[in-house]
């Protein structure tokens, strides 16, 4: 048995929530979210190599993964694998990125369900830019 780190109520180790007060893991010592989360030690630019995200914080915000290689629901690097993403190499279901493999995008160049290109796309529903603007324009 341990004391409960918000309410010192005694509860077990093994406890998912206090029973006095609710805290979710009480006889944690520190406790900052549901899920995983990897970060590598090794960083390129300040960045992580890689970091791996798909936690959330207490408040139930989404935790975004940032590094070279960023791995999540949410995440944004240099190479991103996610279902929203920013990046410069991109594969999502929705991105913003300078070269994209997703189902929803905004790239310089991209294969999408549906896309907007700068200078090169592929897809099912995929506009040029510049085709666009010109269309708008009249």
């Not at 406790?31 to 989360?37: A, P, Q």
């Not at 960083?43 to 791995?71: D, E, M, Q, W």
Request: aromatic fraction near 12%; charged fraction near 15%.
């Amino acid at each position: 048995m341990k004391p409960c780190r918000d309410c010192q109520h005694e509860v077990s180790e093994q406890a998912m929530m206090c029973p006095q007060c609710g805290a979710p893991y009480p006889a944690k010592e520190k406790w900052d979210g549901w899920g995983f989360e990897y970060k590598s030690k090794a960083t390129l630019f300040g960045l992580p190599l890689l970091h791996v995200s798909f936690k959330y914080r207490p408040n139930r915000v989404p935790v975004p993964a940032k590094g070279v290689i960023a791995i999540g629901q949410f995440a944004c690097g240099i190479f991103t694998l996610s279902q929203f993403g920013v990046g410069l190499v991109s594969i999502s279901q929705f991105t913003i990125a300078g070269y994209a493999l997703a189902q929803f995008a905004v790239a310089y160049s991209l294969i999408a369900q549906i896309g907007l290109y700068i200078q090169e796309g592929h897809g099912q529903v995929v506009y040029g830019l510049l085709d666009l603007i010109r269309k708008l324009s009249g």
